[in-house]
């Protein structure tokens, strides 16, 4: 993905969130200055990867193939030493915005158990469950156990769940999923355990999970991977 996109998308989401009524954190809004001054105090932001996150799962489409995240609050699972008790944390919590046409690839987790809730922009949120058979396998055969909102079921293999304003789901470790905005940008939320994005996440297809940047302007927000650029 190029730079000046990444900018756009981070300066139109900020906007969309902000209409939506939800505050996003301070440091949201810090530029890549503002990080050179950051020091010591901040070292949770920096190493448990809080704030942007935008990909393209590798696809080169983002508009089709494609997520933004921003991660409010998260734990560490493999904190160094000297650890603050803030990385210690056993939760997470990001807010995601869902572009019409755009889908979240098959994925599932094997440790992270996750709701995902539909936060407003006055559409529905489409999330599609199948069960494993492996890393790369669906199980198109068994029943899928899920949650929403409170109520404990199972569905067939392959289901689409609708979520309206307001509504979520929970999501089982094992459970592949994918998920898209019906009609309109979504806000969705997520709370879950803690979150790890390097090892915690098995795509259908090999998707990657972050994407390869190139650097055609400067950067207006660090992304979550660009941190070291401010240590």
Do not use: C
Request: net charge negative; aromatic share 12%.
């Amino acid at each position: 993905m190029k730079r000046s996109e990444i900018n756009r998308y981070i300066t139109t989401a900020m906007e969309f969130i902000r209409n939506q009524g939800f505050a996003l954190p301070p440091f949201a809004f810090w530029s890549p200055q503002d990080w050179e001054q950051k020091g010591e105090e901040y070292r949770e932001i920096r190493e448990n990867q809080l704030g942007w996150d935008l990909t393209d799962f590798g696809s080169g489409d983002f508009e089709k193939i494609g997520l933004l995240l921003f991660t409010i609050r998260n734990g560490n699972v493999s904190p160094r030493n000297g650890l603050l008790a803030a990385l210690q944390k056993t939760y997470a919590e990001k807010v995601m915005v869902v572009n019409p046409g755009q889908v979240t690839p098959y994925h599932y987790h094997k440790s992270k158990m996750e709701d995902i809730i539909n936060r407003g922009g006055g559409g529905f949120l489409k999330v599609q469950v199948y069960g494993s058979l492996g890393e790369r396998v669906l199980d198109e055969k068994s029943p899928v156990s899920v949650a929403v909102d409170g109520r404990n079921y199972s569905v067939e293999s392959g289901s689409i769940i609708s979520l309206a304003a307001g509504e979520s789901i929970t999501l089982f470790p094992g459970v592949f999923h994918q998920f898209w905005a019906d009609g309109t940008t979504l806000l969705l939320g997520e709370v879950s355990m803690v979150n790890d994005d390097h090892r915690d996440n098995f795509f259908l297809n090999g998707q990657g999970r972050f994407p390869a940047i190139d650097e055609d302007e400067a950067p207006r927000f660090l992304l979550v991977g660009d941190y070291s650029r401010a240590s």
